[in-house]
């Protein structure tokens, strides 16, 4: 239960009406945190299922190799790049550092004021007065609280100071590791009924290729590009009173989240319109992109629960497809594994007690109920008789006797001497058969029932020698008569 979450017991009355909040991204996340490395494989296995990624770019989107970048080599944008470095010679708390969690918090003031001003005219367009920008951006690096409410700063002058702490990151917000893999979700389009790619773009494959790649981005990069695209997608919801849609936004960001640093508009002739369109995209489609797909949440779920983890969302498919099976649980499978175990140990006993019937049925002495027992063995020799491992010989049968004191016997007695051996002669009902069968089969190997076997046989002999006895007395007294 530990894996899975934990519970606190709140006792206190007035938080019971408050409504649960559930995250159903809690084991992607759990993965994330707990296995990184096995989380990143399991994602980047579906990224390149999605868009074609050659061995260099795939290693450069898992980190094994330096990104290559358009410009890196060129002598054009040099003058650019030794600005740029120029700037960032004095790096302050938040503006010229890397990323961190403390930068983000410092930031978000700037978010949540913009939050509350979105109908302001050319809003990330129109530059903000510099004195005022240099107050502010002074007050964010010596983590001092500002009052954005106070009126003392226009809407202008946040918004600028916005692009300019993306502008001053080492890196673009979406890192130099995923630019390849940006250009080829920009390439996602859809194919007509002959399977030639269209001019029309895939936009459920871009939006499922989107959400793998950002969770792959680093924690604190993640978490601010949501941020920021939550507010570009409310600003462009307002663009009749700002004027600025969704693609002037993503012309004013691009450079800033997606560029790679330190290049022009020069370096980027080919895969300049690309890039402004991906981020129009994710501007417009920035509710959906942080969700994680739903085999991921179900891949990661079952790697806690120590079912089959599945890493592709086709495994996933194969299993809800209606013309396949379903895949037993590991559990499931243990228990048919017993389960006929269990039926072939049962097939075996069965099979040596009957052996052992068999072999008592065939020493009995000869008697009636041994041949009634041995025309039961011969009417189902497959299912009673085990093999061929004692030849049953069929009983010698007693010829009728033909004498002389015989025939007295029946000229004098008549009826009831024929009636007497009718009824010894008769066989029992087959139900009563099947039941004296089947109290032999409970009782076979027992001590107990080898005695009382041994008793009913003396038993036996004893009444058959008085019924000689008698049919001597009755011969004597017919020769008497």
């Known amino acids: 239960s530990d894996a899975i979450c934990n519970f606190v017991i709140c006792n206190d009355s007035s938080l019971r009406s408050q409504p649960i909040i559930f995250n159903p991204d809690f084991f ?78 410092q930031v978000s003031q700037l978010i949540e004021y913009l939050h ?92 499922e290729a989107l959400q793998l790649l950002f969770l792959i981005l680093p924690a604190p990069n993640r978490s601010l590009l949501k941020l920021l695209l939550d507010l570009l997608y409310q600003t462009a919801k307002k663009q009749d ?54 085999y991921i949440r179900e891949c990661a779920r079952l790697h806690y629960l120590g079912s089959r983890a599945h890493t592709s969302k086709d495994d996933l498919d194969l299993l809800t497809s209606p013309g396949s099976k379903e895949l037993q649980p590991l559990k499931s499978q243990k228990r048919s594994r017993l389960d006929t175990c269990h039926q072939e140990e049962t097939q075996q006993c069965t099979e040596e007690a009957l052996r052992e019937l068999f072999r008592h049925v065939h020493n009995m002495p000869d008697s009636a109920k041994k041949k009634r027992l041995i025309r039961q063995f011969n009417k189902h020799p497959a299912a009673l008789t085990p093999g061929s491992e004692v030849p049953t010989s069929p009983a010698p049968r007693r010829t009728r006797s033909r004498s002389f004191s015989g025939l007295i016997k029946r000229k004098v007695l008549g009826t009831p001497v024929i009636l007497e051996r009718k009824s010894r002669d008769v066989t029992p009902e087959p139900e009563r058969v099947s039941k004296e069968n089947v109290h032999l089969l409970q009782k076979c190997g027992s001590p107990a029932h080898t005695s009382q076997m041994k008793m009913k046989s003396l038993e036996g002999r004893k009444e058959e020698s008085c019924r000689r006895m008698r049919a001597r007395l009755l011969s004597k007294d017919s020769s008497s008569l």
């Open 28 to 105: 992607v996340e759990k993965l994330r945190h707990e296995k990184p490395e096995v989380f990143t494989e399991l994602v980047v296995s579906n990224i390149t299922r999605l868009i074609d990624l050659p061995g260099t770019e795939l290693a450069q989107l898992m980190g094994e190799e330096d990104p290559k970048l358009p410009g890196a080599n060129s002598t054009a944008s040099g003058f650019f790049r030794s600005l740029m470095s120029l700037k960032r010679k004095e790096k302050g708390v938040v503006f010229g550092s890397p990323l961190t969690e403390e930068g983000i918090a």
């Open 116 to 207: 509350k001003n979105l109908r302001a005219e050319g809003l990330f367009r129109v530059p903000g007065n510099s004195i005022r920008q240099q107050i502010l951006k002074d007050a964010l690096n010596s983590g001092t609280d500002i009052d954005l409410d106070s009126g003392e700063f226009h809407s202008n002058d946040v918004a600028t100071l916005l692009k300019m702490f993306l502008g001053e990151l080492p890196e673009p917000l979406l890192t130099h590791k995923h630019f390849h893999a940006h250009l080829k979700i920009a390439d996602l389009m859809l194919f007509d009924e002959k399977g030639n790619k269209t001019s029309t773009p895939d936009k459920e494959r871009q939006i």
């Open 241 to 294: 009173k700002n004027k600025m849609s969704a693609h002037n936004l993503a012309l004013m960001f691009a450079p800033h989240i997606l560029w790679p640093r330190n290049v022009t508009a020069n370096d980027l002739q080919e895969n300049i319109t690309k890039l402004n369109n991906g981020v129009t995209f994710m501007i417009k489609h920035s509710q959906k992109l942080f969700k994680a797909p739903a």
